[in-house]
């Protein structure tokens, strides 16, 4: 079956529209049986991510009258409730390419979640927070499809694990899932495989890597439901087109990021060239001081030895002086 990519946030959104597909994605990732949801996008304009330069401003306005509402990025939060009655605040990155700047948003987005209260009934409440990252890029670093980041408490002082949570530490430290779907394989086994499956990099139908065919008979629910999706979103013409859009808007940001960038550099390196002039400069400049205070030194030693030769001669001349008086004396 053709299917979209769901790589893409347009289409990410439309699975996270539904709430008993964000329920299943949330759930399987976690591993945890998830009793109620409640999700919604964070719209991010690139304009804010990119006013650093009067240029690369003029370009983004131009984007978004073009691109309409797609030159912005999506991120979701979803405050769960778990089968033991707990709280979470679970937070979904998608990042396609590896871009410097999307490391310094995703921490300033987590950093200002974890400044907000959520509205739990009646109450304002400070959730737990977990994060879910997808990436359409490889971690050199690691092979898996999908991590944990887990955290233990250990005991320093008797070297051992404490089963025990609290919720002060709770509150302030957080565990993380990473999926990378450039590493998802053909392994079709687990629930988790199965859903990893749909974000499957491969078999694409064209070189836009848009859509691909989907090759497994999914046996799950609410796999079947996520594929269904994707294959209208895939084959609709309207819906394409803004996958489109997206794609587009990604190509000419990611552009418009790399000049940047290239420009920055070549500013650095005209800098450092420029220091480089100043400091042979100021070398010369020192050099041309020393040799100056050298004359300078040399002329004084020279004047010191002139000043000597005519203290001599003065001498001299008193003594040739007295001399010729006394002989005249003596006539």
């Given amino acids: 079956m053709i299917i979209a990519n769901p790589i893409y946030d347009v289409v990410f959104k439309k699975l996270m529209e539904n709430k008993k597909i964000a329920k299943f994605f949330i759930s399987t990732l976690l591993d945890e049986e998830i009793i109620s949801l409640e999700i919604k996008p964070q719209e991010y304009t690139y304009k804010g991510e990119l006013e650093t330069e009067e240029g690369i401003k ?26 033991n009655g707990e709280y979470k605040k679970v937070l979904i990155e998608i990042q396609k390419a590896k ?16 400044k907000k209260q959520d ?21 050199p670093e690691i092979e898996s499809p999908c991590i944990k980041v887990a955290r233990n408490y250990i005991d320093l002082i008797h070297q051992k694990t404490i089963s025990e949570k609290s919720e002060f530490v709770e509150k302030l430290t957080h565990d993380s899932f990473v999926v990378q779907v450039e590493r998802i394989t053909e392994r079709y086994q687990t629930r988790l495989d199965k859903l990893l ?9 064209d070189d836009k890597e848009i859509t691909k065919d989907y090759p497994y008979s999914p046996d799950i629910e609410e796999v079947r ?18 996958i489109e859009k997206e794609q587009e808007a990604r190509r000419t940001i990611d552009a418009l990021l ?3 960038r290239k420009r920055i550099t070549e500013q650095q390196k005209a800098l450092i060239e420029k220091d480089k002039a100043l400091n042979e400069q100021q ?49």
């Fill in 258 to 260: 790399e000049n940047y």
């Fill in 58 to 83: 003029a370009v983004t306005e131009r984007l978004r009258e073009r691109f309409s509402i797609w030159v912005y990025r999506l991120d979701f939060v979803a405050t769960i409730k778990t089968e």
């Fill in 197 to 205: 499956s749909l974000f499957e990099q491969r078999n694409f139908t």
């Fill in 119 to 139: 509205q739990i009934g009646y109450e304002k409440q400070v959730l737990p927070i977990t994060t879910i990252y997808i990436l359409g890029f490889k971690l």
């Fill in 225 to 242: 439901e996520i594929m269904e999706i994707l294959h209208y979103v895939g084959t609709e013409p309207s819906e394409r087109k803004e």
């Fill in 283 to 331: 070398k010369a400049l020192e050099d041309k001081e020393k040799s100056l205070d050298e004359q300078q030194k040399a002329l004084a030693d020279k004047n010191k030895a002139l000043d000597e030769q005519q203290k001599a001669i003065s001498e001299k001349d008193r003594l040739i002086e007295e001399l010729m008086r006394k002989l005249k004396d003596q006539e």
């Fill in 99 to 114: 871009n410097p700047i999307d490391l310094m948003r995703f921490r300033n987005y987590l950093a200002e979640q974890y």
